[in-house]
């Protein structure tokens, strides 16, 4: 059974930063796509960042510029680092691992960000 956490999520001040980390029990790590997702109250759940095999990053327009995603194969972690940090990216962040050649999702159970103004 495969097992995806994220952690680092908290609460921070307006204009702060934050890293989140999801790690993934996952084996052939290097050949999944990562991504982060995030889900405001009231709101759908939005790709906020992704990371293919092989690929440049995909940034939603809301957060190009200030959050970046990485990810280390030998340790089957995906990163997100946000910098510039706005009330409005108070949401709960999931990581999610797609297996490139099956299209197999794995999600974890999401972390809490919240941004005080």
């Known amino acids: 059974q495969v097992h995806v956490v994220e952690s680092g999520g908290g609460l921070v001040q307006s204009g702060g930063s934050l890293r989140l980390s999801c790690i993934g029990s996952i084996t052939g790590f290097s050949r999944y796509t990562v991504a982060w997702y995030r889900q405001a109250p009231g709101k759908q759940r939005e790709l906020v960042a992704q990371?293919?095999?092989?690929?440049?990053?995909f940034y939603s327009t809301s957060v190009k510029g200030r959050f970046a995603i990485s990810k280390v194969n030998s340790e089957n972690t995906v990163y997100l680092q946000m910098s510039s940090l706005k009330p409005e990216d108070t949401a709960v962040y999931y990581c999610?691992?797609?297996?490139?050649?099956?299209?197999?999702?794995?999600w974890g159970q999401g972390t809490q960000v919240t941004v005080a103004s």
């Open positions: 999610n691992m797609r297996q490139s050649d099956s299209g197999t999702d794995y």
């Open positions: 990371l293919a095999p092989y690929d440049d990053a």
